[in-house]
């Protein structure tokens, strides 16, 4: 298992070594040690799935606010999905900025999220199935959430055109509607494939 920096930190891609034979493979999808030492200092208190019956589902751009921030760590054991994090830590340099990746059943790649950030997927694929462990239990209460397209952000999603989104999604504010006295910038970052 070794892991790879993003353009954000805070945001980790993780790739797990897979033991191939003429069966198939086997790998450790997660390691405590490893995690706890390398990655991020957290424990996890739930695991979450979702299912994207059609390929240009979106879901999200969500986040929990405080007490109940949650760092996610995203794998996708069927299909594909193209993972974004947004950063909405307004302290940061990198505030408004985007980080996307394609993870899938075939890649096995994994993210970390941590807490302080957006979190959204568009499936790539029919039937995908994405998990995510989180280190925050669910509250409706403290859910907040920002428009998947919003043009500060410019988030670039590969499947162009009409999108798959519940009603809730499709009606989440601007990321300058919560900050407006925030700078919102974002540079043209590269999807990582
Ligand atoms: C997140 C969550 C939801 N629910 C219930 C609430 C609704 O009755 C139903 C669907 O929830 P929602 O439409 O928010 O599901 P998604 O759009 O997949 O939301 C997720 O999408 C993005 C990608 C995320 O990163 C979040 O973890 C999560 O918000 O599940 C629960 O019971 N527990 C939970 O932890």
């Known amino acids: 298992m070794r892991i790879e920096p993003t353009t ?8 797990p070594s897979r033991h191939s034979d003429d069966r198939g493979y086997f790998c450790e999808l997660f390691c405590e040690d490893f995690f706890r030492s390398q990655v991020a200092d957290v ?17 999200g751009l969500h986040y929990q606010r405080s007490p109940v921030q949650q760092g996610k760590l995203v794998t996708v054991p069927r299909g594909a999905i193209f993972d974004v994090a947004v950063d909405l ?4 340099s990198t505030f408004g900025d985007w980080f996307g990746m394609v993870l899938s059943a075939e890649n096995g790649f994994q993210i970390w999220i941590s807490e302080g950030f957006a979190h959204g997927f568009m499936s790539l ?16 209460s403290h859910e907040g959430g920002i428009a998947w397209d919003d043009p500060d952000i410019g988030i670039r999603w590969p499947i162009a055109g009409p999108v798959i989104v519940s009603p809730k999604d ?7 509607e919560m900050h407006a ?13």
């Open 8 to 15: 954000l930190a805070g945001v980790v891609v993780i790739i």
């Open 43 to 59: 424990r996890f208190v739930q695991d979450n799935q979702s299912l994207c019956s059609r390929p240009a589902t979106v879901r």
């Open 89 to 92: 830590r307004t302290n940061s």
């Open 125 to 140: 694929e029919p039937d995908t199935i994405t998990n995510y462990k989180v280190t925050a239990p669910y509250s409706a």
């Open 170 to 176: 499709a009606s989440q504010p601007r990321l300058k």
């Open 181 to 193: 006295d925030a700078p919102v910038h974002h540079q043209e970052v590269a999807p990582c494939v």
